[in-house]
């Protein structure tokens, strides 16, 4: 079998590098992040422009008519460069409406006309509750809330989670709230009554979890492999004693484990974002394992990428800590990874009791 990305793929992954290269570099990212953060506009509409927003929609629909596997290739190449846009909660949000049948969201988010945010609380943490078509409570700490135009919801209905689309005007929208991660921002939402669409019942709560998931493990395999390229370029060029520091046993071993742990990620990242592509029944069984293993694996590699690079590592001017600050987002967004042990323990539960192999 044959478990590399196809020519194609690999195509739109040069492409996609191309593009952030040019314009996010983290010269510009910084320039965003010294602003207060939020999004680089000229870097969005760059996205829109290339069809990135419609790379799921078929193409009889102006689309690109691409898969899952696809997105994992661009959300990587955003998590490589810490980019400043609200691709992926636009992706999410734009795949919850389309298939509730919600065109003009549809729509509206494809074309880039609009900004989508995804409202996701771990159960039993979440404060959103659902009264017929009203909402009450607020959100988690929600990226891309502050521009948003349309958010989706996870609340509580007292028989389950629901997911619910809410249209943001300018009053609904939130203020940017301070945040570590400044190549994001973030906002609560607050609902008092609010009007809502409801869009699925506990099923569909979790297909966006999975894709969630999956997506934001896809992310942090972006984040942790270019902070493993910078450590080991940092240790041919540091100097000690004489010698460069990656010439040291110690060092070495570093990079050997953040090796490991980044191609662990990549493999897990994929195989969830195929299983999710193809309909696969082990869709929820794969996005959860890749989400723990990638939370998991993107604090090793952060950990060590920082002690290879030593006390220039900790200080603002340099570019490491963008993306440490961005992973540690990441490995809270949609379910940590307990959250995720817990929920790959139940949906194997039944496998074991039944006599059936887990894999």
């Not at 509750?129 to 700490?141: Q, V």
């Not at 297909?207 to 896809?218: E, I, K, P």
């Not at 100097?239 to 490991?260: E, N, T, W, Y």
């Amino acid at each position: 079998m044959d478990f590399e990305l196809s020519d194609d793929q690999l195509a739109l992954r040069d492409g996609a590098r191309e593009l952030l290269d040019g314009l996010a570099p983290t010269t510009r990212v910084r320039t965003v992040v010294d602003a207060g953060g939020g999004i680089d506009d000229g870097l969005w509409k760059a996205m829109v422009e290339q069809g990135w927003t419609a790379v799921e929609v078929p193409e009889d629909r102006g689309g690109l008519g691409l898969g899952a596997v696809e997105v994992a290739v661009l959300v990587e190449e955003i998590g490589r460069h810490v980019a400043p846009a609200p691709f992926l909660s636009t992706l999410l949000a734009l795949g919850a409406v389309a298939r509730a049948g919600r065109d003009d969201w549809a729509e509206r988010l494809a074309a880039g006309e609009a900004v989508g945010c995804v409202a996701w609380s771990r159960s039993g943490h979440g404060d959103v509750r659902a009264t017929g078509d009203r909402l009450t409570g607020r959100s988690d700490p929600v990226p891309f809330a502050p521009s948003s135009d349309v958010a989706v919801v996870v609340a509580d209905t007292g028989d389950g989670p629901a997911l619910y689309g809410v249209e943001l005007g300018e009053r609904e929208r939130p203020r940017r709230e301070p945040a570590m991660d400044l190549t994001r921002e973030l906002g609560w939402l607050h609902f008092d009554d609010t009007p809502a669409q409801r869009l699925g019942g506990a099923g569909e709560v979790d297909a966006l979890l999975d894709r969630g998931a999956a997506f934001t493990s896809a992310e942090m395999l972006g984040s942790a492999s270019r902070a493993m390229d910078m450590a080991v370029e940092y240790a041919k060029e540091r100097v000690q004693f004489g010698r460069p520091i990656g010439s040291f046993q110690a060092v070495k071993h570093r990079c050997a484990d953040m090796l490991v742990d980044v191609e662990g990620m990549r493999s897990g990242a994929y195989w969830a974002a195929w299983c999710i592509g193809a309909g696969h029944e082990d869709a929820s069984v794969a996005a959860s394992t890749a989400k723990i293993w990638c939370s998991d694996a993107s604090k090793r590699v952060m950990s060590s990428a920082l002690q290879v690079h030593g006390g220039i590592g900790f200080t603002w001017e340099h570019d490491l800590h963008l993306f440490l600050k961005r992973a540690q987002l990441d490995q809270m967004s949609f379910g940590d990874a307990p959250f995720h042990r817990q929920r790959l323990a139940d949906l194997l539960r039944p496998r074991v009791e039944a006599g059936r192999s887990v894999i």
